[in-house]
């Protein structure tokens, strides 16, 4: 049975940056993708950025400044993957969560393993 398992949230000040870690068990990254999306409350959930096993990077996020400030990885050795979040601002509290699929695409509905979610809450 496919697991996702997300970590690494919690309360950080604006300003800050945090690194979110995915555990993935019973399917291999090498050979399919890996994405991070986010849902803050009241809001549709989003995909954030997206990354194969062979390495190709896609990102969703729309701004500059955010294509700057998110940075996904992946380590197929161990078979997990993170995201790094800097500058964060208050804009950035949501849910976030990590979702495997056999490709990267943009819409959520294609990646049939996610997590439970971690809790990133930007306040001062």
């Known amino acids: 049975q496919v697991r996702v398992v997300e970590s690494g949230g919690g309360l950080v000040q604006p300003g800050g940056s945090l690194r979110l870690s995915c555990v993935v068990s019973?399917?291999?990254?090498?050979?399919?993708?890996i994405g991070w999306f986010r849902q803050a409350p009241g809001k549709e959930r989003e995909a954030i950025e997206c990354v194969e096993g062979r390495g190709f990077l896609h990102t969703y996020v729309d701004s500059g400044r955010d294509r700057d400030r998110f940075l996904i990885a992946i380590n197929n050795a161990d078979n997990t993957a993170s995201l790094e979040i800097r500058d964060v601002t208050p804009e950035d509290t949501a849910k976030y969560y990590c979702?495997?699929?056999?490709?990267?695409?943009?819409?959520?509905?294609?990646?049939?393993?996610w997590g439970q979610g971690t809790q990133v809450t930007v306040s001062s």
């Open positions: 979702a495997a699929a056999s490709a990267c695409r943009r819409d959520g509905a294609g990646y049939p393993y």
């Open positions: 019973e399917f291999t990254l090498r050979n399919n993708a």
